[in-house]
């Protein structure tokens, strides 16, 4: 039986990846997070634990032993952590680097997830593997740092980075951008969306999916598991519009300018997934197949 850790399993994807582990009988499943268990009914283990406290987390992977750490805790918001910057790097770097030790010392597979903002966005093309980052805000620059961190401390271990997460979020979850536009829409409320940036959309059962992959495989390094279409924001909403049968004019785009949000965006991030596809004969889901979860 494979001993799993999930840190950071009160988060949209942690919370996934734990509930989906737990449901089978090859894993026995522990998860931790900050606050107290959002659902403790399922098969897991739960013990709270602050990501930042090092001690702390070094007593529970000795305790716990695990085979592979996956983990999904960041600080995520760009313009909470461009405002907040010794917490993001806090978070997102000097807890990830204490865990890869914490891997290491252990023997354990760490399996670190990141994000497309490591990209400035200025490529015509999908981003592949090779690619090398550069972050046009502070949320992507603590994230780039991280995946250096995992690099150069651990001998074993794989960094996922994702793009757009969505599904079905549980009570006490943050939502998600194609879940907002459905909820937005059903309301009658008139939505504004960029035009003119383009991502490629994740499934969160996807995620799970490549995960388990990266666990059973001796790989390391770089995987991009996503979605394989690159979509802008306002053709997101308007596939969710579609797929719902909901009113479609409510839906206002506008460019990156007009938005003038606070904290630069990468205009293209959109990730390549022919390597997850060649090595891990990974499969992404459509965009419709993942919105069918949020009926």
Known sequence: ?????????????????LDCFSGNEAYEVVGCSFHPDIRPEGKHTFVRVDINDYP??????????????????????PDYCEQHREEA?????????????????????????????VFDGK????YTEEDIPAPVNYYGLTKYQGEQAVAGISRNYAVVRVVVVY??????????????????????????????QYRTPTWVADIVDGVERLMHTGNNGIYHICGGERLSIAEMA???????GLDRTLIRPVTTEEMNEATPRPRNSGLSIEKAIRELAYAPHTLEEGLGELK
């Not at 490529?123 to 999908?126: E, I, K, N, V, Y």
């Open 1 to 17: 039986m494979k001993k799993i850790l999930v840190v950071g399993a009160n988060g949209f994807t942690g919370r996934r990846i």
């Open 56 to 77: 702390a987390v070094k007593a529970l992977l000795d305790h716990v032993c695990p085979d592979v750490v996956v983990n999904c805790s960041a600080l995520s918001v």
């Open 89 to 117: 790097y806090a978070t997102n770097v000097s807890a990830v680097g204490n865990l890869a030790h914490c891997c290491e010392h252990l023997g354990s597979r760490l399996i670190h997830l990141s994000t497309d903002f």
């Open 123 to 126: 490529s015509d093309r999908l």
């Open 167 to 196: 599904g079905k979020a549980l009570p006490g979850q943050h939502g998600n951008i194609l879940q907002l536009v459905k909820n937005r829409l059903e309301a009658g409320q008139e939505i504004r969306v960029v035009s003119d």
């Open 238 to 244: 308007y596939r969710v519009a579609d797929y719902f």
